[in-house]
């Protein structure tokens, strides 16, 4: 059983989630939110095995909360949004989110984006957080990081995570590099090892950051 933590302000967003979670037989409604406060004290009481979590609420917003639930190691988080080139977005990326949904996502892919991330995947696509990424470069917003923190890499996995950064999958990165799709596994699996990530999403985060992509590349 997948235990869930709905977080948002809205009560009726939080009865529609539940109603659509109650649904399934592998996932289960452990507590609700209001606010990030709530949410990160629920975290670390409850552990769940996600916190499905608002990104604009009062008290403590979801971007903060999220950081201190990831930061605790107690629970992943997947973030929703109404727009999906909301600014607290991109933050709770950085701060460690899983990836992120808009709120008019069918039932059906919620479900299946939860289960996703209870197994440690991301759920957004490296192409769609590219999109968002390429805005706040053009923007001059995103935190620069220094290169310097790729040097434990090798020269192919930084071909590699470039590929990833582009949003092409392991059998794509396959082709384009002339290597067996088992070989480009292993060297993403190293990388994210290496580089401490979580998953792909925040690979394709620390590419932009560190000048690894520029936008449109």
Do not use: C, W
């Amino acid at each position: 059983m997948i235990r869930v933590v709905l977080v948002d302000d809205q009560e009726l967003m939080r009865v529609g989630f539940r109603m659509v979670l109650g649904a399934s037989d592998d996932l289960e409604v452990v507590g609700e939110a209001a606010n990030g406060d709530e949410a990160v004290r629920l975290a670390a009481e409850l552990e769940p095995d996600v916190v499905l979590m608002d990104v604009r609420m009062p008290v403590l917003d979801g971007v903060e909360a999220t950081r201190r639930i990831v930061a605790a190691a107690s629970s992943r988080v997947l973030v929703m949004t109404t727009f999906d080139l909301d600014e607290y977005v991109y933050s709770a990326l950085q701060a460690g989110a899983s990836g992120f949904l808009l709120k008019d996502t069918p039932p059906d892919d919620l479900l299946s984006a939860l289960r996703s991330v209870a197994r440690g995947d991301a759920v957004v696509s490296p192409a769609v957080t590219r999109r968002l990424l390429d805005r706040f470069v053009d923007n001059g917003r995103m935190a620069p990081r220094d290169a310097s923190a790729l040097d434990v890499l090798t020269d192919r996995e930084r071909e590699v995570l470039a590929q990833v950064a582009r949003g092409l999958s392991n059998t794509e990165i396959a082709a384009e590099l002339f290597l067996s799709e088992a070989t480009v596994k292993t060297h993403v699996g190293r990388i994210l090892a290496k580089l401490d990530l979580r998953d792909r999403v925040q690979a394709v985060v620390l590419a932009y950051e560190t000048g690894l992509t520029a936008p449109g590349s």
